[in-house]
């Protein structure tokens, strides 16, 4: 069975710290790698993806991929507490639908 | 642009009792999905449909019914609901399976009592 991996926190960091959040997944043929945001009570909310290994930047978040690793991370430079929320971390194959993870919850503390 | 519009927002039934959760999206994508958001569970899959005509079961099919009535429209059916089922529930839309990120809606909070 295809799994994603998330380490379920919380995740605590100060205001204008980097938030580091981690995800594996299982299926080696993967090829289309995604971080959601979710509010308590809210939907989740795309903030990036990924499709290649490396790091792909848009603002404050930066999100990595290794592959060969199994690997994606997104990090969070200048942590803000209305950062504070789930980061949920979902993969799939060409032609299937997404995997999610369980989430990490981060707490950003001002 | 509404997006991805699910009803109703919230919803409480009796155990056996069946009711139809709607979804529609106006953002023309071929791809709509459904899951379940459970605490400590994350986003299961319930049912998906990669396009017009065909549907698929995902990860939690058992207990529901699904039907894409158009390109528009993918509606969840729970023919006689229980306990279990009391959960959040999701639409969402997308370019197409592993091709394009998903858009979801704002949600349906069932309760089974």
């Known amino acids: 069975q295809k799994e994603v991996e998330q380490n379920s926190g919380p995740l605590s960091v100060p205001e204008g710290a980097i938030a580091s959040l981690n995800c594996t997944y299982s299926?080696?043929?993967?090829?289309?790698f995604f971080w959601y945001r979710q509010y308590s009570g809210k939907s989740p909310e795309l903030i990036m993806f990924?499709?290649?290994?490396g790091d792909k930047e848009d603002g404050r978040f930066t999100a990595q991929l290794n592959k060969a690793s199994q690997y994606v991370s997104l990090l969070i430079r200048d942590s803000q507490p209305s950062d504070s929320a789930t980061y949920l971390c979902?993969?799939?194959?060409?032609?299937?639908?997404?995997?999610f993870g369980k989430g990490t919850t981060l707490s950003v503390s001002s | 642009n509404a997006g991805v519009t699910q009803t109703p927002k919230f919803q409480v039934l009796k155990t056996g009792q069946s009711m139809t959760l709607q979804c529609a999206q106006d953002?023309?994508?071929?791809?709509m999905y459904w899951y379940r958001q459970d605490p400590g569970m994350g986003l299961r899959l319930i049912y998906y449909?990669?396009?017009?005509?065909?549907?698929d079961k995902g990860e939690v099919p058992n207990g529901y019914n699904v039907s894409r009535l158009n390109k528009r429209e993918f509606s969840l059916r729970l023919e006689s609901a229980a306990p279990s089922q009391t959960s959040v529930y999701f639409c969402?839309?997308?370019?197409?399976?592993?091709?394009?990120?998903?858009?979801f809606g704002n949600g349906t909070r069932l309760t089974v009592t």
């Open positions: 979902a993969v799939n194959q060409a032609g299937t639908a997404l995997i």
């Open positions: 299926d080696r043929g993967s090829q289309s």
């Open positions: 990924i499709y290649s290994n």
């Open positions: 953002m023309n994508h071929n791809s």
């Open positions: 449909s990669a396009s017009e005509g065909t549907t």
């Open positions: 969402a839309a997308g370019g197409g399976p592993g091709s394009s990120p998903l858009h």
